[in-house]
């Protein structure tokens, strides 16, 4: 089967600012751009990038805003049968960006809310799967999919972005469980332990990675701990940087890498794509290669 993502897919509205906006401050801008994202998007075009055959379930209105952000997913050659077409608006965000490529991000969920785990039948979860999740989409439905994608044989990834509360059991069921700094942060909070990965993993048991950004990345399974730095890269844009490296870490775990060289990869892919506008901003499998190549 490949690589499948269930999760949000919004059109992206980039504003490129001298700053971001304080509370009740307007910034203006030089220009905007209307660019396909969403994480479950994004993910699955950065996956496909890397050369995994992919398919994505999700939802999109029937509007106008719903060929932006489904544009990258078809020019990816993404699987799209699973996608749901509802009568609610397509997902859109509102991301502004400053000059050192930092962001503020604002998103409308619209169609994402009626994506149901449903959609991806039992046939599709079997051990010949990779299954990527993120929290944009309804929780039940992420919990429903991660526990029957488990019992089926799938490898379940799990991407607590953004975080938000989820049964025990679900997030148990992933093999992997991603989250940034600040997800981290909430999940060790919510569990009781501190924000790495190690006592994480401890208290779930369950493997955890926790990006860092530019301090890179950690991860600890039953196998051990690791760690990944990340490369040095003059940041033009870090919207969607962490979809990159969850896109690319499910490609590289799906056709066989370890976890340690599937994280080396990933963070690669991330590295490129803050160098770009746009949250789908991925590289080519090929440009991730000449970029290892030359390190």
Do not use: Y
């Not at 050192?100 to 046939?123: H, P």
């Not at 196998?223 to 870090?238: M, N």
């Amino acid at each position: 089967m490949g690589v499948l993502v269930f999760g949000s897919v919004n059109a992206d509205l980039v504003f490129r600012l001298p700053a971001l906006p304080g509370p009740g401050e307007t910034v203006l801008g030089e220009g905007w751009r209307a660019l396909p994202g969403g994480k479950g998007a994004n993910q699955a075009v950065a996956a496909a990038r890397d050369g995994a055959v992919t398919a994505f379930a999700g939802a999109v209105g029937r509007d106008a805003m719903a060929e932006v952000a489904l544009a990258a997913l078809r020019a990816a050659r993404v699987d799209l049968t699973r996608l749901a077409v509802s009568g609610a608006p397509t997902g859109c965000a509102a991301i502004c960006v400053d000059p050192e490529g930092r962001n503020q991000i604002a998103v409308a969920s619209g169609a994402n809310a009626g994506a149901r785990a449903a959609q991806v039948e039992d046939a599709a979860l079997g051990p010949a799967t990779t299954l990527l999740l993120q929290m944009e989409v309804p929780a039940a439905e992420i919990a429903a999919l991660a526990l029957r994608a488990r019992a089926r044989g799938a490898r379940v990834l799990l991407n607590l972005a953004p975080a938000a509360p989820l049964p025990e059991t679900a997030l148990r069921a992933a093999h992997l469980l991603i989250a940034n700094e600040r997800e981290a942060a909430w999940l060790g909070a919510a569990l009781g332990c501190a924000a790495e990965a190690a006592p994480l993993a401890a208290a779930l048991g369950t493997g955890v990675a926790v990006t860092r950004g530019a301090a890179g990345a950690e991860a600890a399974t039953a196998e051990g701990a690791l760690h990944q730095p990340a490369f040095p890269v003059a940041t033009r844009d870090s919207t969607g940087a962490g979809d990159c490296w969850c896109g690319v870490l499910a490609a590289a775990l799906d056709r066989g890498l370890p976890l340690a060289a599937a994280m080396r990869r990933a963070a690669a892919a991330a590295a490129i794509a803050c160098t770009r506008d746009g949250a789908a901003a991925c590289p080519e499998a090929a440009e991730t290669d000449a970029f290892l190549a030359a390190r």
